[in-house]
T-cell receptor, first 114, second 109 residues
Framework: DGGITQSPKYLFRKEGQNVTLSCEQNLNHDAMYWYRQDPGQGLRLIYYSQIVNDFQKGDIAEGYSVSREKKESFPLTVTSAQKNPTAFYLC?????????????FGPGTRLTVT | GQQVMQIPQYQHVQEGEDFTTYCNSSTTLSNIQWYKQRPGGHPVFLIQLVKSGEVKKQKRLTFQFGEAKKNSSLHITATQTTDVGTYFCAFSGTYKYIFGTGTRLKVLA
């Protein structure tokens, strides 16, 4: 069964702690993405990666970091520098970051920081 | 940078009524994609339009791409409670996708 997995589904953390969200895909996709979604809002791009060992900042990268050491994996770390980390985080992948390929989304992780 | 605006932001309809959401860009788009996100779920790809004036149908859903490739619409005929969710348009920018703000549809039984 091909797809994208994100874990955990719900995550609770204390303010000031870094937390890493997992994203794994077995679709053999080159490109992977992290989005943030706040209640009633659209999707905002945090980071994206077109190929292993390379990634670029999206529109709201401050306070986040990523790595892409393997094609299948694109973990996101929410650092203590992120001022409002509580949100729904979505990971996605596509065959390539270029023209005409649909994005496949994981089920998401709901992060609550208190 | 490139942006797409979606209207309306919210829409409540009685079951059986039609629904339309519009996506507008100030620049010409190479393509337009539509996604649906059920409440509490994740976005799921519905369709992609590429050609000027293109119209595609999926059962009760009709998707259009404007002649100038600057706007698109999604029309649902005779809504059902299963149509509830947020509908997003998106397009491929340079190395990334740009999503519209979404239209949240509520269907009243």
């Amino acid at each position: 069964d091909g797809g994208i997995t994100q874990s955990p589904k719900y995550l609770f953390r204390k303010e000031g702690q870094n937390v890493t969200l997992s994203c794994e895909q077995n679709l053999n996709h080159d490109a992977m993405y992290w989005y943030r979604q706040d209640p009633g809002q659209g999707l905002r791009l945090i980071y994206y990666s077109q190929i292993v060992n390379d990634f670029q900042k999206g529109d709201i990268a401050e306070g986040y970091s990523v790595s892409r050491e393997k094609k299948e994996s694109f973990p996101l770390t929410v650092t203590s520098a992120q001022k409002n980390p509580t949100a729904f985080y979505l990971c996605a992948s596509s065959r390539t970051s270029g023209f005409s390929y649909e994005q496949y989304f994981g089920p998401g992780t709901r992060l609550t920081v208190t | 940078g490139q942006q797409v605006m979606q209207i309306p932001q919210y829409q409540h309809v009685q079951e059986g009524e039609d629904f339309t959401t519009y996506c507008n860009s100030s620049t010409t788009l190479s393509n337009i994609q539509w996604y649906k996100q059920r409440p509490g779920g994740h976005p799921v790809f519905l369709i992609q339009l590429v050609k000027s004036g293109e119209v595609k149908k999926q059962k009760r859903l009709t998707f259009q791409f404007g002649e100038a490739k600057k706007n698109s619409s999604l029309h649902i005929t005779a809504t059902q409670t299963t149509d509830v969710g947020t509908y997003f348009c998106a397009f491929s920018g340079t190395y990334k996708y740009i999503f519209g703000t979404g239209t949240r549809l509520k269907v009243l039984a």
